[in-house]
């Protein structure tokens, strides 16, 4: 039985709805995007070019994945011109018979080629294959040039929405990422005194993931600014100061120290940002100096509301973040060059010996792993354009947009995403059909209403599962279509658009997923690999030798500051990864499985390395030196192995090497490097 439950896990995991906050704002703005514009175009009597400015507001909106506004600016900047490129891609691509096919394929090599450029370029890249393939599928009676404009139109209303929601409050994201953070400090803290070191570890590993994206958020501005201001000098505060909270409640959970009043004053915290409120009363009857813990709070309340214009004496103590530590800089940059389908990649920071040209010769370079996902999209779309000339109806290129949507790694399981689609289109169909079946097409503002309806939900239900997703998708693409076909009568292609989108899947599952060797699937141990780098990296940052003066060890304190994030931040993404591998079936899911336990083991070696950064700064005893290089050694050695150890299907032992690298070695490997650490500090195991 299980065994059973093992190799059915993966169903489960692709059943999965993941927890998501419903986004009132962004719901707004989608149902404003697509009502406005189509409301206003039933209105003038012009409702096609209503559509393409609907399309344009939609699909900016729905790319919009939060961060500080200026961000979120520079995306829309991106994919707006992307989305656009792609009507007039399909109009030079359409009308050439079999060559079409071969054009096709190559726009599709071009999207893929460009999602490794960062977040930005990958949706803005599939918005563009998107376009260029129904503009290829569907006649158009408008000039070629007036789509394009049209779209750009839209991703204009979509600016004016994000810059009136900007004026209202314009530092609400950087508010909302500091009080995620706090709001996971204290589920960390209430963990850390229940004593549930399960639970512990599930709030450790939360708070990593929510501390990430407000270093995106918080740092923005500060890691592309020319100048100094205050306000990005009292972030980076804040951030330093979670950290140092972070590394304190690690340290007392495994000194067994209480923390019942760390989590109150934390969760009071919580609840005045989120009121907009003042600063909370200090827990009474406490010594704040008592503990670790809770003078590193004070010293984050103190960052968070300042009694004055300067910083509070209070938060000097804090390792201050800031852009010119080279790895927190790196960690907190948001552009991406092309490598690993999915990863982002930091630009260096700091002097380089390379020429300008070559530096920028690097950036455009894609990595071996983009090329072979741009050939495998290719490939698919390539067979799509040759099988919507053979599956019946007139609505066939949904083929080829099937595969677009679906076939996105950096998106998250193919297969999984394949699966969902399939059956979250059957559901949707049958939605779709239903609500045709009882409004009459003559009822154009109430299905236009349903059409915003399930516009604004789609954000919500993206967050909590791609399946979701195509649930709310289909009816929607369905009422779209019923809308623009001539004639007053409904059209039902609720039974085209299910063949549709089988065939898709059926075509992405074969030749984007099956035929490809496992070796180009699976990239697990090259991140394990990069993962033990970063703990290593970290284990050196935290046994340096004392700075003489007080400004080298301030800036060895940044740096270590950055160093542990960093670890603890790829440690992260690989859990992402192994999770995302285990809504696949078997082999993938099961390397997956096999590889948390040595996860876990990296992130209890991170664990012991900031109780020891903690204690060592209490006047803790100095590391052995040698003895500790020697661990960060060992940690580089097994990570080299686990690069030089090419994965085979469903196994690791067939040779000695694979033997050493594969997920039991790696975990043996690390509980003898974190016990030989806990020796050279000379604290206990």
């Given at each position: 039985?299980?065994d059973?439950e093992?190799?059915?896990?993966?169903?489960?995991?692709?059943?999965r709805?993941?927890?998501?906050r419903f986004?009132?704002?962004?719901?707004?703005?989608?149902?404003?995007?697509?009502?406005v514009?189509?409301?206003?175009?039933?209105?003038?009597?012009q409702?096609?070019?209503?559509?393409y400015?609907t399309?344009g507001a939609?699909?900016?909106?729905?790319?919009?994945?939060?961060?500080a506004?200026?961000t979120?600016f520079?995306?829309?900047?991106?994919?707006a011109?992307?989305?656009?490129?792609?009507?007039?891609?399909?109009?030079v691509?359409?009308?050439h018979?079999?060559l079409?096919?071969?054009l096709l394929?190559?726009?599709g090599l071009?999207?893929?080629?460009?999602?490794?450029?960062?977040?930005?370029?990958?949706l803005?890249?599939?918005?563009?294959?998107v376009?260029?393939i129904?503009?290829?599928g569907?006649t158009?009676?408008?000039?070629w040039?007036?789509?394009?404009?049209?779209y750009?139109?839209?991703?204009?209303?979509?600016a004016v929405?994000?810059a009136?929601?900007?004026?209202?409050?314009?530092?609400?994201?950087?508010?909302?990422?500091l009080?995620?953070?706090?709001?996971?400090?204290?589920?960390?803290?209430?963990?850390?005194?229940?004593?549930?070191d399960?639970?512990?570890?599930?709030?450790?590993?939360?708070?990593?993931d929510?501390?990430?994206?407000?270093?995106?958020?918080l740092?923005?501005?500060?890691?592309r600014?020319?100048?100094?201001?205050l306000?990005?000098?009292?972030?980076?505060?804040?951030?330093?100061?979670?950290?140092?909270?972070?590394?304190a409640?690690i340290?007392a959970?495994a000194?067994g120290q209480?923390?019942?009043d760390?989590?109150?004053?934390?969760?009071?915290?919580a609840d005045?940002?989120?009121?907009r409120g003042?600063r909370?009363?200090?827990?009474?009857?406490?010594?704040?100096?008592?503990?670790?813990?809770?003078?590193?709070?004070l010293?984050l309340a103190?960052a968070?509301?300042?009694?004055?214009r300067?910083l509070?004496?209070a938060?000097?103590?804090?390792?201050?973040v800031?852009s010119?530590s080279?790895?927190?800089?790196?960690?907190a940059s948001?552009?991406?060059?092309p490598?690993a389908?999915?990863r982002?990649?930091?630009?260096?920071?700091?002097?380089?010996?390379?020429?300008?040209?070559?530096?920028v010769l690097?950036?455009?370079?894609?990595?071996r792993?983009?090329?072979?996902s741009a050939?495998?999209?290719?490939l698919?779309?390539?067979i799509?354009a040759?099988?919507q000339h053979?599956?019946?109806?007139d609505r066939?290129y949904?083929?080829?947009?099937?595969?677009?949507?679906?076939?996105?790694p950096d998106?998250g399981?193919?297969?999984?995403?394949?699966?969902?689609?399939?059956?979250?289109?059957v559901?949707?169909?049958?939605?779709g059909?239903?609500?045709?079946a009882?409004?009459?097409?003559s009822?154009l503002a109430?299905?236009?209403?349903?059409?915003?309806l399930?516009?604004?939900?789609?954000?919500w239900s993206?967050?909590?599962?791609y399946?979701?997703?195509?649930i709310f998708?289909?009816?929607?693409v369905?009422l779209?279509?019923?809308l623009i076909?001539?004639?007053?009568?409904?059209?039902?292609?609720?039974?085209q658009r299910?063949l549709?989108?089988?065939v898709?899947?059926?075509i992405?599952?074969?030749?984007?997923?099956?035929?490809?060797?496992?070796?180009?699937?699976?990239?697990?141990?090259?991140?394990?690999?990069?993962?033990?780098?970063?703990?290593?990296?970290?284990?050196?940052?935290?046994?340096?030798?004392?700075?003489?003066?007080?400004?080298?060890?301030?800036?060895?304190?940044?740096r270590?500051?950055?160093?542990?994030?960093?670890?603890?931040?790829t440690?992260?993404?690989?859990?992402?990864?192994?999770?995302r591998?285990?809504?696949e079936?078997p082999?993938?899911s099961?390397?997956?499985?096999?590889w948390?336990p040595a996860?876990?083991?990296?992130?209890?070696?991170c664990d012991?390395?900031?109780?020891?950064?903690?204690?060592?700064?209490?006047g803790g005893?100095q590391?052995?030196?040698?003895?500790?290089?020697a661990?960060?050694?060992?940690?580089?050695?097994?990570?080299r192995?686990?690069r030089?150890?090419?994965?085979r299907?469903?196994?690791w032992?067939?040779?000695?090497?694979?033997e050493?690298?594969g997920?039991?070695a790696?975990?043996?490997?690390?509980?003898?490097?974190?016990?030989?650490?806990?020796?050279?500090?000379?604290t206990?195991?």
């Open positions: 039985m299980a059973g093992r190799e059915d896990g993966w169903l489960r995991e692709l059943a709805l993941k927890p998501a986004p009132v704002a962004l719901a707004v703005r989608t149902f404003l995007a697509a009502a514009p189509l409301f206003l175009g039933l209105a003038t009597g409702f096609l070019l209503g559509l400015v399309l939609l699909m900016t909106t729905t790319a919009d994945r939060g961060g506004y200026r979120r520079r995306q829309l900047l991106v994919t011109p992307l989305g656009a490129l792609g009507f007039t891609l399909g109009h691509v359409a009308g018979g079999w079409t096919v071969v394929a190559a726009v071009l999207s893929g080629l460009l999602s490794g450029y960062g977040a930005a370029f990958s803005g890249s599939m918005q563009m294959l376009f260029t129904v503009t290829v569907v158009s009676p408008l000039p040039w007036v789509p394009s404009v049209l750009l139109a839209g991703g204009l209303f979509t929405m994000l009136l929601e900007s004026l209202v409050d314009r530092r609400r994201p950087e508010r909302a990422a009080r995620s953070s706090i709001v996971a400090l204290a589920e960390l803290s209430a963990a850390s005194d229940d004593g549930d399960a639970a512990f570890e599930r709030a450790r590993q939360k708070l990593t929510v501390t990430a994206a407000a270093y995106r958020t740092l923005d501005t500060r890691a600014s020319e100048g100094r201001t306000q990005a000098d009292r972030d980076a505060v804040r951030l330093a100061g979670i950290s140092e909270v972070s590394s409640l340290a959970h000194a209480r923390t019942a760390a989590t109150a004053w934390l969760s009071a915290m005045a940002l989120a009121k003042s909370p009363p200090s827990p009474p009857e406490v010594d704040l100096e008592s503990t670790q813990t809770l003078r590193r709070t010293e103190e968070i509301w300042p009694r004055d300067a509070s004496a938060t000097r103590s804090i390792p201050v800031t010119s080279p790895a927190v800089a790196r960690a948001e552009t991406r060059v490598g389908v999915g982002a990649t930091p630009l260096p920071v700091g002097p380089t010996a390379q020429p300008a040209g070559a530096s690097s950036q455009l370079l894609v990595g792993a983009v090329v072979t050939v495998r999209l290719a698919c779309i390539g799509a040759i099988a053979w599956v019946p109806g066939s949904w083929i080829g947009l099937t595969v677009a949507l679906v076939l996105k998106f399981s193919v297969f999984a995403r394949a699966v969902q689609r399939s059956i979250g289109t559901i949707g169909v049958a939605i059909v239903g609500i045709l009882l409004v009459p097409k009822e109430i299905l236009i209403l349903i059409i915003a399930l516009a604004a939900v789609l954000p993206g967050q909590r599962g399946g979701l997703q195509s998708l289909a009816p929607f369905l779209i279509f019923d076909s001539p004639g007053p009568q409904t059209v039902d292609y609720g039974a299910l549709d989108t089988v898709g899947c059926v992405v599952l074969v030749f984007g997923y099956l035929i490809w060797p496992r070796s180009l699937r699976s990239s697990l141990p090259v991140a394990v690999a990069d993962a033990v780098d970063a703990v290593a990296a970290y284990v050196r940052g935290a046994t340096v030798s004392e700075a003489p003066d007080p400004a080298a060890g301030a800036e060895l304190r940044r270590m500051t950055g160093l542990r994030r960093t670890a603890y931040r440690l992260s993404d690989l859990r992402i990864q192994l999770q591998s285990l809504a079936p082999p993938a099961r390397e997956a499985k096999a948390f996860v876990a083991a990296a992130e209890r070696l012991r390395v900031t109780v020891y950064a903690q204690n060592r700064r209490r005893p590391p052995d030196h040698e003895a500790s290089e661990v960060a050694a060992e940690l580089e050695a097994l990570s192995l686990a030089s150890t090419a994965p299907p469903g196994r032992r067939a040779d000695s090497a694979d050493a690298a997920p039991e790696m975990l043996d490997a690390l509980e003898r490097s974190a016990t030989r650490f806990s020796a050279a500090v000379d206990p195991a």
